[in-house]
């Protein structure tokens, strides 16, 4: 029998992404005036048009991850602004070095110096964040945050690779 089990993680809007989006509205405000100052007869779609590179600027900021377990394979992909999907990582359980908690004692010195970590997580402090590190060729972390429910399936096809306490 297939197991399968998905979770999608909405990725919080950090200090920086709101600064952004600030910035790209007080850019649109600020060129949509000068515009209509200097350029009056095409000032009109010119502003339609900054106004929509505006709102596709800052849309691009909604990120979604989702996690799908299908036996012992993992997927997760990246959902942007509900719209466009990617996929960032596909792996087999049996490739994994180790995988469990970030605030485990898994999570030694040499993984956590790792200089290949793709973080797809939604940046909670209070999120159960686990990570899974690869050595194939080169030494790479993920950080994601699954379920009770991913984590049981994974171990059941590697019990030696995922440490659940």
């Given at each position: 029998m297939d197991m399968f089990i998905e979770k999608i993680v909405k990725r919080k809007k950090s200090a920086a992404d709101i600064l952004l989006i600030a910035l790209i509205i007080l850019v649109c405000v600020v060129a949509?005036?000068?515009?209509?100052?200097y350029i009056p007869t095409f000032s009109s779609l010119f502003v339609v048009l900054?106004?929509?590179a505006g709102y596709y600027l800052i849309s691009i900021r909604n990120v979604e991850f989702e996690y799908a377990v299908?036996?012992?394979?993992?997927?997760?992909d990246t959902i942007i602004n509900q719209r466009k999907r990617k996929r960032l990582f596909s792996g087999n359980v049996k490739d994994f070095e180790v995988m469990a908690r970030v605030k485990s004692d898994k999570y030694t010195t040499h993984i956590r110096e790792c200089k290949n970590?793709?973080?797809f997580t939604s940046h909670d402090e209070k999120?159960?964040?686990?990570?899974?590190?690869?050595n194939q060729g080169e030494p790479s972390?993920?950080?994601?945050?699954?379920?009770s429910k991913m984590v049981?399936?994974?171990?059941?096809?590697?019990?030696?690779v995922v440490h659940r306490n």
């Open positions: 949509s005036y000068f515009l209509f100052l900054l106004i929509y299908t036996n012992g394979d993992i997927d997760i970590v793709k973080d999120a159960d964040v686990w990570f899974i590190y690869l972390v993920i950080l994601f945050e699954p379920d049981d399936t994974l171990f059941t096809f590697a019990p030696r």
